[in-house]
């Protein structure tokens, strides 16, 4: 494109004007195949448009030919849009964008456009020439994968993501206004008995059920999201005390808990609640969900269908967490952990493309703790950092063992808090460990979960100055988190790993597929590469090949295996 743009700037400043329409009619030929072009007079009217112009538009020639791009306005981009580009080409610069047009039927299409100025002898536009290209199904595409990414799919509100990114904007409005609000985490008690006892349709429709009551008790104002499988959150805005707080839930947790009848059928609910109040209980986004959280915990530890206000007692620490917290401590010191290693399999030949390490909790009298509960509880209490630690060099300790043993070069993916990153050491720790261990940074990889990409440049540039020691770089459990699908080329990463409850049910959602060929589509565009998790049939393989997702780790390959089990899917380098 850029030698394109050099020739026609050249052309503009020949003596011969014969040689110069020569060569616009040259260039406007070759691109006639590859792009929509069309060529104005220096008032916006078309003087020329190309087949495919004509093919997209829906006009014929002559009907676009001595009228101007106003005919296939869409209406979607405001005046300073237009007077912007305008603006830009009037000083004989280029001008670039996304462009939504309408058809002659009324429909739309989008186009990317470059915008190139042909200038006089004395420097002023005479002429433009426009080049664009059809991104209409890329447009929809992530219009599509929006609504899906942003909103929950059974009863169309706010996911876990979108709930907190509008919190965020609704507190800073209200910090602005000086005004009070409640937010309030509500929880369906037992809904798996509702699942076991008349099915999952049934719990699904006792979901939509429940959100289309919030949407008709709350107001306008109010925002609501569906944050798991059985747990939902609102705000209550404007209320100024707890008791116009515990009132007013107290109003919609009866609503809600009238009975639902499907077909014959006629069932109840229980809830419980728990309510925060900005400013009072917290001041930002994840400290007032977090508070609200604390609160409904406390009423489901004390048998649930109540409510509580939050209050620093309902944020106590339980016994079992006491102990928990205190073993995790000692057993970091004491060494029981253990690292197994999942293979990552290219999915077209059937090859191991690399592994991940996973730690592994085997306490000497509490048994094997599941990762799921000692995690978040080393994140919270900043034990993760010695933890993360150790697991990194052991990583590297075993990836120098393999290779001392023969094997051929295997890089080990070791995954990595947000609360590390925010280590302001952490990058020269890596270095230290990589250099103390001797293994290269072709060895070794991190994933981070996709909040460690949030918009904190901090944490982006920490993020980027591991990818300069040559480590790559992975977003775990991606589709799920913080990114939106239009900004994946913008995140300092290498690697998408696509969450997999999006692969569980690929062969029988479509939704599921739509949004696993999205990431695809778009994480080739940007030039990363991309993982599948959580593959467990071969239908699930065949269904990822055809998408264009080329790896892939799960239980179809392997489970997770200690090192000297893993080592029969290696192979050995031939001296």
């Not at 993360?388 to 590297?396: H, K, S, T, V, Y």
């Not at 390959?557 to 000297?564: A, C, D, N, R, V």
Request: one cysteine or more; hydrophobic letters at 40%.
């Amino acid at each position: 494109m850029h030698d394109y743009i050099e020739m026609m700037q050249k052309f503009t400043a020949a003596e011969n004007k014969q040689d110069a329409e020569s060569m616009l009619a040259d260039i406007a030929f070759a691109l006639d195949k590859s792009a929509i072009v069309a060529i104005t007079d220096r008032t916006g009217k078309i003087t020329y448009v190309n087949e495919l112009f004509v093919k997209i538009s829906k006009y014929e020639a002559h009907e676009l030919i001595g009228s101007t791009h106003k005919l296939i306005n869409s209406g979607l981009h405001p005046k300073k849009f237009f007077k912007d580009m305008w603006a830009t080409i009037g000083r004989g610069e280029i001008w670039s964008g996304e462009i939504r047009n309408r058809t002659k039927d009324g429909n739309y299409y989008w186009v990317d456009t470059k915008i190139v100025p042909f200038l006089n002898e004395k420097g002023i536009p005479q002429r433009y020439i426009s080049i664009r290209y059809d991104i209409t199904e890329r447009m929809h595409m992530k219009e599509r994968i929006h609504q899906l990414a942003y909103n929950d799919q059974l009863t169309s509100l706010l996911n876990r993501k979108a709930f907190s990114e509008k919190l965020y904007t609704v507190l800073e409005s209200a910090k602005t206004r000086q005004s009070k609000l409640g937010l309030v985490y509500l929880n369906i008690d037992r809904l798996r008995h509702v699942n076991d006892s008349y099915g999952h349709k049934i719990g699904d429709y006792a979901l939509s059920v429940i959100a289309n009551r919030l949407k008709t008790i709350l107001s306008d104002e109010d925002i609501i999201g569906r944050i798991s499988g059985d747990e939902f959150a609102f705000t209550l805005m404007d209320v100024v005390n707890e008791e116009e707080a515990e009132q007013l839930t107290l109003k919609i947790k009866s609503n809600l808990e009238m009975p639902i009848r499907f077909d014959e059928e006629s069932f109840s609910i229980s809830t419980s609640c728990g309510i925060a109040l900005f400013p009072k209980h917290a001041k930002t986004p994840s400290d007032l969900i977090l508070n609200a959280g604390k609160a409904l915990h406390y009423v489901k530890e004390h048998g649930g269908g109540d409510y509580q206000m939050f209050e620093p007692r309902t944020a106590a620490k339980t016994l079992e967490r006491i102990i928990l917290e205190n073993e995790l401590r000692k057993s970091v010191q004491m060494g029981n952990f253990t690292l197994e290693y999942q293979p990552k399999m290219n999915l077209v030949y059937g090859e191991l493309s690399g592994v991940e390490a996973l730690v592994r909790w085997n306490h000497p009298d509490l048994g094997r703790i599941p990762p799921d509960k000692f995690i978040p509880l080393a994140e919270e209490t900043k034990i993760i950092l010695p933890l993360g630690e150790w697991i990194l060099r052991e990583a590297c300790k075993q990836a120098a063992a393999w290779k001392n043993q023969g094997y051929a070069p295997i890089r080990i993916a070791v995954n990595m808090s947000t609360v590390q990153l925010e280590d302001p050491e952490i990058v020269e720790t890596i270095k230290r460990i990589m250099l103390e261990e001797g293994v290269g940074p072709e060895q070794i990889g991190i994933e981070l979960t996709e909040s460690s990409f949030a918009d904190r440049e901090e944490m982006r540039y920490t993020i980027q100055r591991i990818r300069d020691l040559g480590i790559v770089v992975a977003i775990d459990d991606f589709g799920t988190g913080y990114s939106t699908f239009s900004y994946i080329k913008e995140l300092p990463a290498d690697i998408l790993k696509i969450d997999m409850s999006f692969i569980r049910d690929i062969d029988v959602n479509e939704n599921s597929q739509a949004i696993v060929k999205a990431i695809v589509t778009l994480a080739d565009t940007a030039g990363l590469n991309v993982i599948a998790e959580g593959i467990e049939t071969i239908e699930q393989v065949g269904i990822l090949q055809r998408l264009g997702c080329r790896e892939g780790q799960g239980y179809l390959y392997s489970k997770p295996l200690p090192p000297e089990e893993i080592v029969y899917t290696f192979q050995k380098v031939e001296k």
